[in-house]
């Protein structure tokens, strides 16, 4: 056996040649003979053992003509500059220190009052003394307490859904909500005038978009007409291909309302679900604040996905939504800001929930936050230079120049005009929007009203607004 086992491989190795392909012979050969030259014949690579030491002297010189590269491009006289910020100073309450001047508080979001509000402050400063500041983790990590448990069950219990969970970002909350069931190859229709959280989210997503004119819903379905009708030509495409609706109930860029009940039609006829973001009218809208479903009177599991800034009218950071538990559920995983963000800080946990508390117990502010809301319209809309925009049940007010003028004059004057009536006690901004937002909304001043406000609160804001217009214009 022995003496036949070499026959046995130079017969196979024959037998191989012989059946093998040409080519593949070839290449074998090439492979072989480069493995053969890497091993024996290739110059390997041989650092000098010694160096040539520069003397001090050329050493000096080097450093002397090294030029370092700017850490930030140059700035040229083209470049837009940008506006110094003004300094807050203390709580932005009814009345806001502003770079060191006592003024009217129309800049800030506090609809309902409650920022500063001593029962809600002294809970938040007790929390600390269990707690801590901070949560020091992500909700998977360690980041869990009782608080946010606590919270999340008495919002879903509040807006009558089966569950609810927290960011501790208003910002997270949309922006993630959004890629967390929308993915490449979904298709998203969206308001044109959606805001810039919306517009980050829609980015996350990949997802398809295509968006429809601001507050139409002819537009929208229009567009999802035209999307039934290639699902029908494509249903194996169609099968695979999510659709979603994204609104928000009260538009941050305009102060419309949302014509719900219609859009709640076209999710039931086309069978596309929705997310509504409900930052301005979460404790604005409706009976008791519950928002635009409860506005509406639409059944609140007719909307898919509910979320809210709680920065607005709870006296709190961070965000929530709301739903059915299998869909809140896939955030737990699949929501960015919820999974890699650290949890929203307990004090600020704790702030909400008696914040929620209060919205529940009073109507009061509800009703005078209406009224201030319709007051303060009425009193812009005698001002000529002014176009007041949205709704009268928004507690964000849009003003624009009358005058038809580019928008980068427009937003020159209404930056004076802001300033003139900071400095005259009274506190407002100009909105700002960022390059790479889509369809921006033209300039226009922004004035936020609370509860808070009494009419002469706001006649007076108003005249300081009225004086300033007839200083800047041209």
Same mark, same amino acid.
């Given at each position: 056996?022995?003496?036949?086992?070499?026959?046995?491989?130079?017969?196979?190795?024959?037998?191989?040649?012989?059946?093998?392909?040409?080519?593949?012979?070839?290449?074998?050969?090439?492979?072989?003979?480069?493995?053969?030259?890497?091993?024996?014949?290739?110059?390997?690579?041989?650092?000098?053992?010694?160096?040539?030491?520069?003397?001090?002297?050329?050493?000096?010189?080097?450093?002397?003509?090294?030029?370092?590269?700017?850490?930030?491009?140059?700035?040229?006289?083209?470049?837009?500059?940008?506006?110094?910020?003004?300094?807050?100073?203390?709580?932005?309450?009814?009345?806001?220190?502003?770079?060191?001047?006592?003024?009217?508080?129309?800049?800030?979001?506090?609809?309902?009052?409650?920022?500063?509000?001593?029962?809600?402050? !002294? &809970?938040?400063?007790?929390? @600390?003394?269990?707690?801590?500041?901070? *949560?020091? +983790?992500?909700? #998977?990590?360690? $980041?869990?307490?009782?608080?946010?448990?606590?919270?999340?069950?008495?919002?879903?219990?509040?807006?009558?859904?089966?569950?609810?969970?927290?960011?501790?970002?208003?910002?997270?909350?949309?922006?993630?909500?959004?890629?967390?069931?929308?993915?490449?190859?979904?298709?998203?229709?969206?308001?044109?005038?959606?805001?810039?959280?919306?517009?980050?989210?829609?980015?996350?997503?990949?997802?398809?978009?295509?968006?429809?004119?601001?507050?139409?819903?002819?537009?929208?379905?229009?567009?999802?007409?035209?999307?039934?009708?290639?699902?029908?030509?494509?249903?194996?495409?169609?099968?695979?291909?999510?659709?979603?609706?994204?609104?928000?109930?009260?538009?941050?860029?305009?102060?419309?309302?949302?014509?719900?009940?219609?859009?709640?039609?076209?999710? !039931? &006829?086309?069978?596309?679900? @929705?997310?509504?973001?409900?930052?301005? *009218?979460? +404790?604005?809208? #409706?009976?008791? $604040?519950?928002?635009?479903?409860?506005?509406?009177?639409?059944?609140?599991?007719?909307?898919?996905?509910?979320?809210?800034?709680?920065?607005?009218?709870?006296?709190?950071?961070?965000?929530?939504?709301?739903?059915?538990?299998?869909?809140?559920?896939?955030?737990?995983?699949?929501?960015?800001?919820?999974?890699?963000?650290?949890?929203?800080?307990?004090?600020?946990?704790?702030?909400?929930?008696?914040?929620?508390?209060?919205?529940?117990?009073?109507?009061?502010?509800?009703?005078?936050?209406?009224?201030?809301?319709?007051?303060?319209?009425?009193?812009?809309?005698?001002?000529?230079?002014?176009?007041?925009?949205?709704?009268?049940?928004?507690?964000?007010?849009?003003?624009?120049?009358?005058?038809?003028?580019?928008?980068?004059?427009?937003?020159?004057?209404?930056?004076?005009?802001?300033?003139?009536?900071?400095?005259?006690?009274?506190?407002?901004?100009?909105?700002?929007?960022?390059?790479?937002?889509?369809?921006?909304?033209?300039?226009?001043?922004?004035?936020?009203?609370?509860?808070?406000?009494?009419?002469?609160?706001?006649?007076?804001?108003?005249?300081?607004?009225?004086?300033?217009?007839?200083?800047?214009?041209?």
């Amino acid at each position: 056996m022995a003496n036949n086992a070499p026959e046995s491989v130079f017969e196979a190795a024959l037998a191989y040649i012989s059946e093998a392909p040409s080519y593949h012979i070839a290449l074998e050969m090439v492979l072989i003979l480069w493995i053969v030259y890497l091993l024996f014949f290739s110059r390997q690579y041989k650092p000098e053992s010694k160096r040539d030491k520069l003397t001090k002297e050329e050493e000096e010189q080097i450093i002397a003509q090294w030029e370092p590269e700017p850490l930030v491009p140059n700035v040229y006289p083209t470049d837009r500059a940008v506006d110094p910020a003004p300094i807050v100073t203390g709580v932005a309450g009814l009345h806001v220190t502003v770079n060191g001047k006592r003024c009217l508080n129309l800049a800030t979001f506090n609809f309902l009052g409650l920022l500063g509000e001593q029962g809600i402050t !002294s &809970k938040a400063a007790e929390s @600390i003394q269990k707690y801590g500041v901070g *949560s020091c +983790g992500p909700r #998977g990590f360690y $980041g869990t307490f009782d608080v946010h448990l606590e919270l999340e069950e008495k919002l879903a219990k509040f807006l009558g859904c089966e569950e609810a969970i927290i960011y501790s970002y208003g910002f997270a909350a949309i922006s993630s909500a959004i890629p967390a069931y929308s993915k490449r190859r979904d298709i998203i229709f969206c308001d044109s005038g959606a805001n810039y959280a919306v517009q980050k989210g829609l980015v996350a997503s990949r997802s398809k978009v295509k968006y429809f004119k601001h507050n139409d819903m002819e537009d929208l379905e229009r567009l999802l007409e035209e999307q039934r009708k290639l699902d029908e030509k494509n249903p194996a495409k169609a099968k695979v291909t999510r659709k979603f609706i994204v609104a928000e109930s009260l538009y941050m860029n305009y102060g419309d309302l949302v014509p719900l009940p219609k859009l709640v039609e076209l999710r !039931s &006829k086309y069978q596309v679900p @929705i997310f509504l973001e409900e930052s301005l *009218s979460f +404790g604005v809208l #409706g009976k008791t $604040g519950r928002g635009a479903t409860e506005h509406f009177g639409v059944p609140v599991n007719e909307v898919d996905v509910i979320v809210s800034s709680m920065e607005t009218s709870m006296a709190s950071v961070g965000g929530f939504c709301v739903g059915k538990s299998y869909i809140i559920d896939h955030q737990r995983l699949s929501g960015l800001g919820y999974c890699f963000s650290a949890s929203l800080p307990p004090l600020t946990a704790v702030a909400s929930i008696e914040a929620l508390g209060a919205i529940d117990s009073s109507s009061q502010k509800l009703e005078r936050l209406r009224s201030n809301a319709k007051c303060l319209r009425k009193l812009l809309s005698s001002v000529k230079a002014l176009t007041v925009g949205g709704e009268d049940v928004c507690p964000v007010v849009h003003v624009r120049l009358s005058k038809t003028v580019s928008n980068d004059v427009a937003a020159k004057i209404l930056q004076d005009v802001a300033d003139q009536c900071i400095a005259n006690g009274v506190a407002v901004v100009t909105s700002k929007y960022l390059d790479e937002e889509s369809l921006p909304p033209p300039p226009s001043l922004r004035l936020t009203v609370s509860s808070e406000h009494s009419e002469e609160d706001l006649g007076l804001a108003v005249s300081i607004i009225e004086a300033a217009l007839a200083k800047c214009l041209p």
